[in-house]
């Protein structure tokens, strides 16, 4: 079955250190990965995506991500956070059909 | 672009009225999708189209009704509101499913209250 876990539904960081959010997940077809963030009361805007081709992946606002297949995991990092990223994240596979899955979200918390 | 648009922005219902939400997008995507997100959780798939005239049932059908009568429009019916269908609820669209056209984009959302 296809799914999608990540690790932490809560992640706090201060405020010009590295961010770490987690995902893995299960896909019995070379998925499509997607990283989106939702800031309060606010629709969901896509971060980056990874389709085949590099496995690092480059997003805005200085967000990253690696496709690890070994270890069907799509980690999401940030070298330093800033106050204006802290918002929900989602990770979302596309498993080669037309239903996207997404987790359950992560709320990154950044303290001054 | 204005991308994808949904009305209204926010909306109370009393039990048992009905409302249309509504979705437009103007990218010409095929596929059309509507979520709901309920407080603290991801997103659930309502319904689905991968096209003019195709709908499809997700994750959490029962309650809610669609059409797709163009590629631009993609409404949410609610016949008989709920208070189990308080909710915000997202429409997305995406050009496909392959070939760099998966992104899906996202409205603002519709924040639904049922009392």
């Known amino acids: 079955a296809q799914s999608v876990t990540q690790l932490d539904s809560h992640v706090s960081v201060s405020e010009g250190t590295p961010v770490l959010l987690r995902c893995n997940y299960s896909?019995?077809?070379?998925?499509?990965l997607f990283w989106y963030v939702q800031h309060p009361n606010k629709g969901l805007q896509l971060l980056l995506k990874?389709?085949?081709?590099?496995?690092l992946v480059k997003g805005i606002n200085g967000f990253e991500a690696e496709f690890k297949k070994s270890e069907t995991s799509f980690h999401l990092t940030k070298p330093s956070a800033h106050m204006s990223d802290a918002a929900e994240y989602f990770c979302v596979v596309l498993p080669g059909t037309y239903k996207y899955i997404f987790g359950t979200g992560t709320r990154l918390k950044v303290l001054a | 672009n204005a991308g994808v648009t949904q009305t209204p922005k926010f909306r109370i219902l009393k039990i048992g009225q009905s409302m249309t939400l509504q979705c437009t997008q103007d990218?010409?995507?095929?596929?059309m999708y509507w979520y709901r997100q309920d407080p603290g959780m991801g997103l659930k798939l309502i319904y689905y189209s991968v096209g003019a005239g195709i709908t499809d049932k997700g994750e959490v059908p029962n309650g809610y009704n669609v059409s797709r009568s163009t590629t631009e429009d993609f409404p949410l019916r609610l016949e008989l509101a709920a208070p189990s269908q308080t909710s915000v609820y997202f429409c997305?669209?995406?050009?496909?499913?392959?070939?760099?056209?998966?992104?899906?984009?996202f409205g603002p959302g519709t924040r639904l209250l049922v009392l």
């Open positions: 997305a669209s995406s050009g496909g499913t392959s070939g760099g056209q998966e992104t899906q984009y």
């Open positions: 896909s019995s077809y070379s998925p499509s």
């Open positions: 990874y389709t085949s081709a590099a496995t």
């Open positions: 990218m010409n995507h095929n596929y």
